[in-house]
């Protein structure tokens, strides 16, 4: 079946702009994380989704970051006021339970110019 | 705070030849371990996963190795080949946890001709 997908693939964005990068997860994954990952680091947590539970926001970096996740499908990462330091891809991933292995999308390169 | 490492950021073989990558966890909490592969604008693809009531898992040319005494796992390819080329994290979690998983920063792995 299809994978976790991503959109878009890249984006450029001027520093100040707000900008909304989207998770399709696999159909039936109940489990959804976002992660941040900046050029030759591993993966920083950013939130987690399970479920109709409210949502684990320990790993936002600031107030200007925030995550929803629409009828326990579609997530939506919002980076407001965009700063350079938020440049880095943007990866979602999905687990058919918590815990779960996960899978990964191809993310999202953001570049803040 | 805990993490999780990885001992060499780069490594190089020749192709055919094994390759072995290592990884130290400081999480004596944790009994799930997965190894994933990321090639170059691709997310993270699961290779192999270790839970902690087993010290060795085989999967097709790879295979993980567990010392809880110590806290290291390393992941083993055979005759390593061109398409292994590609940054490699280990990963930690407690199994049915909602936690996220905690990512090491990567190996990268560049076979030669």
């Known amino acids: 079946g299809a994978g976790v997908s991503q959109s878009p693939s890249n984006k450029v964005t001027e520093k100040g702009k707000d900008v909304e990068l989207r998770c399709d997860p696999i159909s039936g994954h109940t489990a959804l994380y976002w992660y941040r990952q900046s050029l030759g680091q591993g993966l920083e947590f950013l939130i987690y989704?399970?479920?109709?539970?409210?949502?684990?926001k320990s790993g936002l970096p600031s107030d200007r970051f925030s995550a929803e996740r629409t009828g326990g499908s579609v997530s939506t990462l919002t980076i407001q006021r965009t700063q350079q330091e938020d440049s880095a891809v943007y990866l979602c991933?999905?687990?058919?339970?918590?815990?779960?292995?996960?899978?990964f999308g191809p993310g999202t390169r953001l570049t803040v110019t | 705070g805990e993490s999780v490492g990885l001992h060499l950021p780069t490594l190089s073989v020749q192709e055919g030849d094994n390759s072995i990558i290592n990884c130290a966890y400081s999480n004596s909490a944790s009994d799930y371990f997965i190894w994933y592969k990321q090639e170059s604008g691709k997310g993270p693809q699961f290779i192999i996963d270790i839970r902690s009531n087993m010290d060795k898992r085989q999967g097709q040319r790879v295979t993980v190795l567990l010392n809880k005494t110590v806290k290291h796992l390393s992941l083993q390819i055979a005759a390593t080949q061109p398409g292994d080329s590609a940054v490699y994290f280990c990963a930690e979690n407690i199994a049915g946890s909602a936690r996220q998983l905690t990512f090491g920063s990567g190996t990268q792995l560049t076979v030669l001709p």
């Open positions: 991933a999905t687990t058919r339970w918590a815990g779960g292995e996960q899978y």
């Open positions: 989704f399970q479920g109709n539970s409210a949502p684990d």
